[in-house]
């Protein structure tokens, strides 16, 4: 009988790291490559939050929680300007951070216009981010991507 309930008490230790990871991510991210011109990309980043969650802007004082941010592989391809975000984008005053905060609830949009220069396959890096509820912050993520992009010779 002991040795039952040994082998019981192993198990349930064994499978707690799989109940613990068994909480939905409260973000979804999905990206898309959209056509906008010859050798022309629109670069979205789409992220969709859990009723009650928020992820913050790019734009993010120093001592605060860690802002979205865009790290892009070189290439061949121009960024035309910095990635825009797009979404219901609310200011508020953090009494946890001690600071004015811009973050995104539901669903917004971070989009990065590019011109592809020469030939390739793809575009590709990693962003890194962080949730948060009225309660509390998950810890940060970084996300690997990589847009199929293809480039189209004779246009400028």
Known sequence: M??????LIIMLFAALPFFGNAQDDPIKWTTEARKTGPNEYELVFTAALDKGWH???????????????????????????KVEE?????KIYDKGFEMN????????????RVKITGPT???????????????????PKKIDFSFPVQYESGTK
């Open 55 to 81: 992820v913050y802007s790019q734009f993010i004082d120093e001592g605060g929680p860690v802002p979205t941010t865009f790290s892009f592989d070189k290439g061949k391809y121009e960024k035309k300007g």
């Open 121 to 139: 396959q793809a575009i590709t890096g990693n962003f890194e981010f962080m949730v948060c509820n009225d309660e509390m912050c998950l810890p």
């Open 2 to 7: 002991m040795h039952r309930f040994s082998f």
């Open 101 to 112: 905060l811009v973050y995104f609830s539901g669903k917004s949009d971070f989009v990065q």
């Open 86 to 90: 797009k979404g219901h984008a609310e």
